[in-house]
Every structure is written in structure tokens, then in C-alpha cells.
């Protein structure tokens, strides 16, 4: 019985000395939490985890309070990315990266602080004589600009206050030393050319008189493709709002084309407003027709007027001006005046919209001079029906 026992106790031993050995599985554990420059939470944020060594990834997510967990990471260096959204995890566009984290067995917490570390960057700290010098150069260039702004500013302040006093010349000044300083800005340009532009309007002298005109619309087409250079380049948050200024520019040339008598210049002006910024289209087809008007060219002055109805159909004053230009291909036959086709119902229109507008009188005249009946309806108020 001893030597059959000892036969199996040696086959149990050999079984398992030749059975292979299972080894504790070494890994370490991360976490940390994540904030923004604000100093709040950031929820949802993606946090990646790369192997230096081996390339592998382990993508973690934070919860609401901005923290992020997780076990069974390898222990070894790794490069350590922070992504706002996954949206920017996509875009590779980091928050924050850390290069060769150190994982180890247990417990390794790694934080995310955009806060502190903009306040640690602003003094210089844990960077390289490089990095700080970098650091220093962008601080000393933010504080120059702030200083070119706030001079900028300085005078642009005074340019308006002169131009508001109807003191062209002084604005001119001021706009002019801006423009020497810094002439990347254009608003500075737009002013000098509205400075220029109605200081002309004073000038005794013609030649005196035309060359500021010209200067104006100089001024009003740097401006112009300074504001476009920043639409296109994406400089500007707002695009409606920098295209409602862009119009504007527009127009303030093409009323400066206008007084020196450029019509076809002053036409396309308007023209590149309208299409520029929609909602100002009524507006600028208006002026084109007033432009046409003044020139003698009444068809195309009508046209015009037509664009600026379809554009904006309450414009009550281009029914008017079309009514007045109709009027002016009237024939004689006798002593009865024939308009053409469309003048009372141009003044009739007028009449319905603005009926105590500043033409209404003259409206009603001429209807009745030629012949048609005036609508007394427009403008007061129905009497309410008896029951």
C-alpha cells in the first residue's frame, strides 16, 4: 500500500510542476479631472491614453463633473491628449497634451486644468529659456497692439466729434495721422472718406470741390477691400454684420460718384450694395433711380424705381418719383393732359401707403391734373358698423 501511495503522490507532483504558471496580471490605474480657462467642469471632454512603446490607445470619457477613470493600463510612458468634444477628437484639435505620462502599477492621476495653466504660462513657469522667450515676444506684441488700439481709438474719437461739429478738416487730420499709424483698420478709411466726402460739399472751388470727392471714393475703396479681405479670410465673427457695413461703405462711395457727376460709377456702387447686403437693396435701388432722375435718364430711373418696389413694396417714395417721371412723358390733346400708362396708379400708390406723407399734397395735385380721381379714403379711419 506505502510504495502505490507513493506512486501516486510523485504522479499528482510531476502533474503539477509540469502545469504552466498563471502570473497576477500588472496594470495601473488612471484618473484625474478636467477643467476649462473658466475653471468649470468640462463634461463629455474625450481623454486618449497612447503607449509610447507599443502604440496602443485607450480612449476614456469624462462624466459630468469632469472627471475621467479607468483601470488595466499597461504600466510605461504615454502621450496623454485631451479633446473638448469627440467632434474635435476627429478634427485632431487638442485642448491639452501631455507627452510621456508615466503610468505605473496602482493609482496614477493625471488632472487637466486650463486655468492654472494659462496662469502658469502668463509667469513663465515650466518652460524652456525658448519657450519663455516665445512667451515674452507674444506678451510684448498683445501690449503693443493694445497700446496701437487704444491711440487708434484716441483719435478716431476725436474725427467723429469734428465731423459731428461739421469740422471736416480737423477730422481729415486726425484720419489721416491713423491711417499713417496703422492702415489696416477700415473703419479709419470709411471715416476719412465721410470726412472728405461732405467737406467737398463746402468747397467754393470746383477743382477743390472734385478732388476731395476723389479722395473720398479713395478712401471708400480701401476700406472696402480691407472688410472684404477680412469677410474672405474668415476674420470676421459676424458676416451679416461686417456685409450690412460693407453696403454701407458702398453706398457712402456711390453718393460721393454721384455728386461729381459719375453716374455709371456711382450706379455700380449701389448696385454692389444691394447684392452685397439684400436687406438694403430697397434703399440702394432708390438712389440709383434718384441718380438716373438727375441725369435726365427717366426710363432707366424707372427701372430702377421698379427694382426698388419689388424690393421693398412699401417703399411709398418710389411710386412717387415714378409717378413724377411718368408724368413727364405726358402729351397734350387740347387743353386735356394725357399721361402715360401707370401714373395714377403711381401716385394713387403713394397716396395708399404714405397718405400724410411729405408728397401727398403734391400727389393729389397731380392726379388731379390730369385728369384723375383722387382717393380721399387713404389714411382715416372706418367708421365701426352699427349693429
Partial sequence: MKKHFSIVLISLLTAA??????????????????????????????????NQDNGQKYQLKTNKKGEYFSLGLTPGKYNVSLYKTADDMKANKTLDFVKGFPVQLDENTLDFDQKKEQEKQA???????????????????????????????????????????KDYDTAI???????QID????????RLGDAYRLSA????????RQKRYE????????????KQDAVQNGKEKDTAKANQ??????INMADAYAKSQKVDDAVKSYEAAAKTDPTQAGAAYFNIGAVYTNAGRVDDANAAFDKAIAADPNRAEAYYQKGVNLLGKATLQGDKTIAPPGTAEAFQKYLEIAPTGPNAQSAKDLLTSIGSTVETSYGTKKKPVKK
Fill in 183 to 190: 492702415a489696416t483698420r477700415d473703419v479709419l478709411w470709411y
Fill in 17 to 50: 510542476l509540469s502545469a504552466p504558471v498563471a502570473f497576477a496580471q500588472a496594470s495601473g490605474t488612471v484618473k484625474g479631472t478636467c477643467k476649462d480657462a473658466q475653471g468649470n467642469p468640462i463634461a463629455d471632454a474625450i481623454v486618449i491614453y497612447a
Fill in 123 to 165: 509667469k513663465g513657469e515650466g518652460l524652456t529659456p525658448e519657450q519663455v522667450k516665445a512667451l515674452q515676444e507674444q506678451q510684448a506684441k498683445q501690449q503693443k497692439e493694445t497700446n496701437t488700439v487704444k491711440n487708434l481709438q484716441a483719435k478716431l474719437d476725436a474725427a467723429n466729434q469734428a465731423i459731428t461739429a
Fill in 201 to 208: 460739399v463746402a468747397q467754393t472751388d470746383k477743382a477743390e
Fill in 173 to 179: 487730420a486726425a484720419l489721416t495721422e491713423a491711417n
Fill in 245 to 250: 457695413q460693407l453696403a454701407g461703405f458702398y
Fill in 215 to 226: 479722395s473720398a471714393v479713395d478712401a471708400y475703396q480701401k476700406a472696402i477691400q480691407l
